[in-house]
């Protein structure tokens, strides 16, 4: 009799059935496994299996928790993918290896300082506020050349663009737009696709996908 086959296993062959659909290469694709919220008790089976990429929202939580599981696993790649405060700039370059929401010219200049004093330069995408909401964080579409420049004058190594479509509307043309304006902008990143959106992100493009309740289970 065959196991039943994990979260992850689960994940990964929709993944890669969307990739070949797609017509694209499946190392073109990165699943980011969004542990926030899930203590290390949950993580760790993720880890034992070889998944090496993850995404966290919150710098405290990812302070408290990964230290101690990088130990064991040193190769792990960590993300953030929650908003950051300018305030915590040092903390979040000290901890992670790409950050995904710098959306703004004020953290452009925190975290361009905390990489000079680092000495470490983080791969970084830049926020699209894409369905223009006005609760959400991102930086406008307008703005996004903008704040590219801004970055590049700060010698911020931006990789590509990260958007969360709204709510409960079909998430497909933000996608594409998403990928127009990285298109547009020249860069080869497109952070999109969530739990219940990935594949429909594959298919237009993504190259990082976010999941979390796929792999974790519902947040408590
Ligand atoms: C929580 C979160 C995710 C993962 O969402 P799921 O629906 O649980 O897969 C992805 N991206 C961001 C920015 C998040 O905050």
Redesign the pocket.
């Known amino acids: 009799m065959d196991e039943p086959a994990t979260p992850l296993e689960e994940t990964e062959a929709r993944i890669a059935r969307a990739c070949k659909i797609a017509q694209r290469k499946r190392d073109a694709v990165t699943l980011?496994a969004?542990s926030?919220t899930h203590p290390a008790e949950q993580i760790e089976p993720l880890l034992q299996a070889g998944h090496r990429v993850f995404?966290e929202?919150r710098v405290q939580e990812a302070q408290e928790k990964w230290p101690a599981l990088r130990e064991a696993y040193a190769d792990t790649e960590l993300h953030l993918?929650?908003q950051l405060q300018s305030n915590k700039a040092d903390e979040a370059v000290a901890l992670f290896d790409c950050i995904?929401?710098l959306d703004r010219s004020s953290l452009v200049k925190a975290l361009g300082k905390a990489m000079d004093k680092a000495g470490r330069r983080l791969p970084c995408f830049v926020q699209v506020n894409i369905g223009a909401e006005e609760q959400k964080g991102g930086c406008a579409i307008a703005d996004v050349p903008a704040l590219l420049g801004q970055a590049r004058a700060a010698d911020i190594p931006v990789v590509g663009l990260?958007c969360?479509p709204p709510l409960e509307i079909e998430p497909a043309p933000f996608f594409a737009l998403l990928d127009k304006l990285a298109r547009d902008n020249g860069l080869e990143g497109r952070s999109m696709g969530?739990?219940?959106d990935?594949e429909t992100a594959i298919m237009l493009g993504a190259t990082h996908v976010?999941?979390?309740?796929?792999?974790?289970g519902k947040?408590g």
């Open positions: 980011i969004v926030k995404g929202n993918i929650g995904h929401s990260m969360i969530m739990s219940s990935f976010r999941v979390g309740t796929a792999l974790f947040r």
